[in-house]
C-alpha cells in the first residue's frame, strides 16, 4: 500500500539531546514538508523539499534541520536549540507538478522532559 | 500575521443539521484551498478543495464555497453525522501545492 510513514509515533527524549524524527514516502512524491501542531495553533511549516538534496526554511525552522538525501526520505532532527521542543510533529508529501492535496502521514508525538 | 483564519475554534451540531465552518484569509495571491479533517493523534486527511477560478465545488455531504472577493470560504457538512466528529482545517495555497498555509482549526462535535 502506498503511503507516508513516520516513526516512532511516540518519542521521549531529555532536555538539550537532538533527536531525529523519521518519515518515508512510497508514493513517488517529489515534495516533501515537516508541519508542526500545537493546541490552538493550526499546523505550522518547519521544512519543505521539493526535490533530492534540495530542502527550504519554512515559517519556524529555527532550532530544527532535515535532509533529503532519497526522494523517499525527509527526516527532520530536533536540535536542543529549539527552544519548545514538545509537539505533534506531521510530515507530508505532494506530487511536485500540477499537484493538488497534500498527503500526511500519522503524526510523531514529541515530549521533551 | 495570521494569513488563514478559522475564527470559531468549536461548534455544535445537531445530527442530520447542517454544519457549516467558515474560513477567511488575507492574502489574495492564494489560489487553491482545502479542508482537511483531523482526529487527535493522527494526521490530517483531506476531504475537499476548490480552485480560485470556481466559487463552488460538491463532493456528496461537503460543500466548499468560495467568496473571493470576501476573502472567505466555507465548508458545509449535509446532513451531519455523528462521525464527522473532529477537528476542520481550511489550507490555502499560492504556489504550487503542498506549501500550504492552514488555519487554527475548527473542533466539530455531533451530537446524536
Known amino acids: 500500500d502506498g503511503g507516508i510513514t513516520q516513526s516512532p509515533k511516540y518519542l521521549f527524549r531529555k532536555e538539550g539531546q537532538n533527536v531525529t524524527l523519521s518519515c518515508e514516502q512510497n508514493l513517488n512524491h517529489d515534495a516533501m514538508y515537516w508541519y508542526r501542531q500545537d493546541p490552538g495553533q493550526g499546523l505550522r511549516l518547519i521544512y519543505y523539499s521539493q526535490i533530492v538534496n534540495d530542502f527550504q526554511k519554512g515559517d519556524i525552522a529555527e532550532g530544527y534541520s532535515v535532509s533529503r538525501e532519497k526522494k523517499e526520505s525527509f527526516p527532520l532532527t530536533v536540535t536542543s536549540a529549539q527552544k519548545n521542543p514538545t509537539a505533534f510533529y506531521l510530515c507530508?508529501?505532494?506530487?511536485?507538478?500540477?499537484?493538488?492535496?497534500?498527503?500526511f502521514g500519522q503524526g510523531t508525538r514529541l515530549t521533551v522532559v | 500575521d495570521q494569513q488563514v483564519k478559522q475564527n470559531s475554534p468549536s461548534l455544535s451540531v445537531q445530527e442530520g443539521r447542517i454544519s457549516i465552518l467558515n474560513c477567511d484569509y488575507t492574502?489574495?495571491?492564494?489560489?487553491?484551498f482545502l479542508w482537511y479533517k483531523k482526529y487527535p493523534a493522527e494526521g490530517p486527511t483531506f476531504l475537499i478543495s476548490?480552485?480560485?477560478?470556481?466559487d463552488k465545488n460538491e463532493d456528496g455531504r461537503f460543500t466548499v464555497f468560495l467568496n473571493k472577493s470576501a476573502k472567505h470560504l466555507s465548508l458545509h457538512i449535509v446532513p451531519s453525522q455523528p462521525g464527522d466528529s473532529a477537528v476542520y482545517f481550511c489550507?490555502?495555497?499560492?504556489?504550487?501545492?503542498?506549501?500550504?498555509?492552514f488555519g487554527q482549526g475548527t473542533e466539530l462535535s455531533v451530537k446524536p
Open positions: 476548490i480552485s480560485s477560478i470556481k
Open positions: 492574502n489574495s495571491m492564494f489560489d487553491y
Open positions: 507530508a508529501s505532494s506530487i511536485r507538478e500540477g499537484a493538488t492535496e497534500a498527503f
Open positions: 489550507a490555502a495555497s499560492a504556489d504550487w501545492a503542498g506549501k500550504l498555509i
